[in-house]
């Protein structure tokens, strides 16, 4: 493709689906300018229809179900793991707590 | 309206005033998911499910792995929904989530990749443990298949560099401007246009014949 110091950025139009009437209009008043640069040009338009011939890749019907699914239970099992780090040692501790409680409570008075 | 009661009050109104603006839907969804909301958090998934997972499947070429990692790519947006920032558009956030679950997954394969492939299944002995698919000559699912074109055009994709594919297909995907793009991709973007330019150069030339007889006009 001919690099044209007037405009750099005609050949990032072509990558993309969603040109606006505007830029398409620059694009052929462009082209008419330089026909020689028409072969390049058609090969561009040629991969872009290419690519968009790329088929969707099949989603399983339930895929949304699936991922809430995990969430849940991902939620859950986070939830339990914090219940029993309570259980397994903040019974340990509260009483420790409430004894320094009130020695720095004390502490503070004197 | 007042704002609705959390226990984050400051952070409460700052939502609130930006779900209250023109906000993009997505950022509103995303700022419902951040509350719990699993509604907001199925429309998201409903909506992007199908572009994640044809991302996802030309990166990773399985179309059985790329499944479990699109859903884990939303499992993931989820878990990670309380650092989303209004101020990042939802779709660069949730592709530079999938294109790292992939890399990710790229380099755990080739971390580990000697497995013996002739150790014999246990239950049928004239069978191997494991078949793998020759991953050299990408064969996509007969599904995926119309014909001798659209397989040509995959094994050309699949045969870029990892970052020139992902480049090339977030493009044509409408939903990410350059920039964004170079945000998902982690480079600058001028380093993005060229990894397009460099990309489709390369298709250019392995769909040469193809291009130029532009052969699948006639069969579509």
């Known amino acids: 493709m001919t690099d044209d110091p007037l405009d750099p950025l005609l050949p990032e139009l072509t990558w993309r689906q969603d040109i606006s009437p505007e830029e398409q209009a620059r694009l052929r008043a462009w082209l008419a300018a330089h026909p020689e640069a028409q072969a390049d040009w058609e090969a561009e338009a040629s991969l872009n229809e290419a690519l968009d011939r790329l088929p969707d890749v099949p989603v399983a019907t339930n895929f949304t179900a699936r991922v809430l699914q995990t969430v849940e239970r991902e939620t859950q099992r986070q939830e339990r793991g914090r219940a029993s780090i309570w259980r397994r040692w903040g019974w340990r501790w509260l ?14 008075r004197l | 309206m007042p704002p609705p009661a959390t226990l984050f009050p400051g952070r409460c109104v700052i939502e609130w005033r930006c779900m209250s603006a023109d906000l ?29 997972m044809n991302m996802v499947y030309r990166m990773l070429h399985d179309a059985t792995e790329a499944e479990d990692l699109a859903q884990n790519v939303f499992v993931q947006v989820y878990k990670s929904a309380h650092r989303y920032e209004v101020s990042s558009k939802f779709t660069t956030w949730l592709f530079t989530i999938a294109r790292n679950l992939c890399l990710n997954e790229i380099r755990r394969r080739s971390r580990h990749p000697a497995e013996s492939l002739d150790l014999p299944h246990p239950e049928q002995q004239d069978q191997p443990l494991r078949q793998f698919e020759d991953k050299k000559t990408f064969s996509p699912p007969e599904s995926l298949l119309h014909g001798e074109l659209e397989e040509k055009i995959e094994q050309a994709l699949a045969g870029l560099p990892e970052n020139q594919r992902t480049a090339i297909l977030l493009c044509r995907q409408d939903e990410l401007s350059y920039e964004e793009i170079a945000e998902v991709l982690d480079c600058s973007l001028s380093a993005t246009k060229s990894l397009i330019h460099r990309g489709r150069e390369t298709l250019k030339l392995k769909l040469k014949a193809y291009l130029r007889t532009g052969a699948w006009k006639e069969s579509s």
Do not use: E, T
């Open chain 1, 95 to 108: 009483p420790k707590a409430a004894v320094a409680a009130l020695v720095l409570g004390g502490g503070f």
């Open chain 2, 24 to 52: 993009d839907p997505d950022a509103a969804l995303m700022l419902r998911v951040k509350q719990g909301d699993s509604s907001a958090f199925a429309s998201l998934v409903d909506k992007y499910k199908q572009p994640v």
